[in-house]
């Protein structure tokens, strides 16, 4: 729920509030309007508030001075301030502190009651939050049930979000929550949002647990690794103590029918950083190689099937015998068939390699020294590392 301070002005002409000074920061996003007298109750300000006072609690111009350096500090949109009752006039020095900050001072007419700004101001920005949940869960609908077009198409035309423009899914999990989880991924996808909106025109965030998922309309994939890497930027700032984020970035689609298939790639991507076969911390489809060809099989149970078909045996040979064949078949075929360098990874004798090597090959009737067979047996491993 957020409007920029200019927008939400403008929507709502009624405030009768002037601008004085700050006007380079009107195009800060507002998330509330409070009243506030005084600063020491400032500790429950979240930040993005426009903040209305009387002055009451102010003793000289040096108080008022104090108390618009404590709003600004606070990360505040915007102060207005009502004039002719404790406050005469503004003081130069509050106006030039807010001129040289890009922070938005207004002037709130004496006969104007503080009601007749609250509540268009207020009822705005509710609307506008009623319009991100709309938006969000439309998104959601078009991700979960893209052949129901119904749950999803009308709405997001409605907000602008054009059917034929191309969309990526970005999806960021996070791990080692120092709190409440449903809290915690609240507020990183405040964060991810404000973001967003400051970067593109047209975008979406919702979450789900432990992960936040937010849908961006980019012209080219440059543009979307731009956004990605912000993204991952503000992210990281948010993050507290021993959290830790991973980012999946879906390939853009051709039309917002498609969401789905960006969505699930996101979502493959994020498996495959967990089970360690992808290193950084935000990862994009583009970038995948072979792991490309393999997530764009539409139907997975081709996938599943050629798994099964190929390692299939030899998962459960270990399943029934307690070994570990399959695994030292991966650190071999990973270390391009060196039996010295797989003994030294998986610390064991080289002849314990080559006995487990022979037994695996015969167990899936296959030739490790045939370069087809290789190529076939790191397709089912690559497949199994996105189940």
């Known amino acids: 729920m957020a409007l920029e301070l200019q927008e939400l002005l403008g929507d709502c002409p009624e405030t009768g509030l002037e601008l004085l000074a700050g006007s380079d920061g009107l195009s800060h996003r507002i998330t509330w309007v409070h009243v506030l007298e005084s600063t020491m109750l400032s500790d429950y300000l979240g930040g993005d508030e426009l903040i209305l006072t009387t002055g009451v609690a102010l003793q000289d111009d040096a108080d008022l001075l104090s108390y618009v350096r404590a709003l600004y500090a606070k990360g505040v949109a915007g102060v207005a301030i009502d004039t002719g009752h404790y406050i005469a006039e503004i003081?130069?020095?509050?106006?030039?502190?807010?001129?040289?900050?890009?922070?938005?001072?207004?002037?709130?007419?004496?006969?104007?009651?503080?009601?007749?700004?609250?509540?268009?101001?207020?009822?705005?920005?509710?609307?506008?939050?009623?319009?991100?949940?709309?938006?969000?869960e439309a998104f959601r609908n078009a991700v979960s049930f893209p052949e129901r077009q119904e749950l999803y198409i009308s709405t997001l035309s409605e907000f602008h979000f054009e059917i034929e423009w191309r969309y990526a899914v970005i999806v960021v999990r996070i791990d080692d929550f120092i709190e409440d989880p449903y809290r915690r991924i609240d507020m990183v996808n405040e964060t991810i949002k404000k973001y967003l909106r400051k970067r593109i025109r047209f975008s979406a965030t919702y979450g789900e647990w432990e992960q936040i998922v937010a849908v961006v309309h980019c012209e080219n994939p440059e543009e979307l690794r731009n956004v990605g890497q912000g993204v991952l930027d503000v992210v990281q700032r948010a993050l507290r103590g021993p959290e830790t984020a991973s980012i999946g970035v879906g390939k853009l689609t051709q039309s917002i029918r498609c969401i789905c298939k960006s969505h699930r790639q996101a979502e493959s991507i994020l498996k495959l950083h967990a089970r360690g076969k992808l290193n950084d911390r935000i990862n994009f489809f583009d970038d995948l190689g072979a792991y490309r060809v393999l997530l764009g099989v539409e139907d997975p149970e081709i996938s599943q099937e050629y798994y099964r078909q190929v390692l299939g045996p030899l998962v459960e040979y270990d399943r029934e015998n307690d070994s570990d064949l399959t695994d030292v078949l991966r650190s071999y075929l990973d270390h391009n068939g060196s039996v010295k360098d797989t003994a030294e990874n998986l610390f064991v004798h080289r002849n314990t390699v080559n006995y487990k090597i022979a037994k695996a090959g015969q167990i899936l009737c296959m030739d490790l020294s045939s370069l087809d067979d290789r190529l076939q047996i790191m397709l089912g491993y690559m497949l199994m590392d996105m189940m």
């Not at 709130?108 to 991100?132: A, G, K």
């Open 91 to 136: 003081p130069e020095t509050v106006t030039t502190f807010c001129e040289e900050h890009a922070f938005p001072l207004f002037v709130i007419p004496r006969d104007v009651p503080f009601e007749s700004i609250v509540r268009p101001l207020c009822r705005r920005l509710i609307d506008e939050e009623t319009h991100d949940r709309m938006i969000g």
